[in-house]
């Protein structure tokens, strides 16, 4: 299963950009949708996710400035990024956690590129 992330981009400091990212065919019994990202030269790290119950859990790094949204009809997951700041210059990557029989799977995006800068 592809993830195609969407969204990303160059915005100056205090911008906003919203990241979406949707799944390539119909997933069944999707568990948690999360949005990771990777800064040059560091970890790839959990930036937000969103359980199945609407459950929400958000970095300590971007809590007050980014929202995660799902809309599990359309297998979309969002990440709404306001107050930017340059140390959120990353590569996003989404994530869906989906199981199948017995089997839970991850599937993830190709990563978009998003740049904080003046």
């Known amino acids: 299963v592809q993830l195609q992330a969407s969204g990303g981009g160059l915005v100056l400091p205090g911008g906003s950009l919203r990241l979406s990212c949707a799944a390539s065919?119909?997933?069944?019994?999707?568990?948690?949708m999360a949005w990771y990202r990777q800064a040059p030269g560091k970890q790839r790290e959990l930036v937000a996710s969103v359980s199945s119950g609407s459950t929400t859990h958000v970095a300590d790094s971007v809590k007050g400035r980014f929202t995660i949204s799902r809309d599990s009809a359309k297998q979309t997951v969002s990440l709404q990024m306001n107050s930017m700041k340059p140390e959120d210059t990353a590569v996003y990557f989404c994530?869906?956690?989906?199981?199948?029989?017995?089997?839970?799977?991850?599937?993830w995006g190709q990563g978009t590129k998003v740049t904080v800068s003046s």
């Open positions: 065919k119909t997933l069944f019994n999707i568990k948690t």
């Open positions: 994530n869906i956690q989906w199981s199948l029989l017995l089997n839970t799977y991850d599937s």
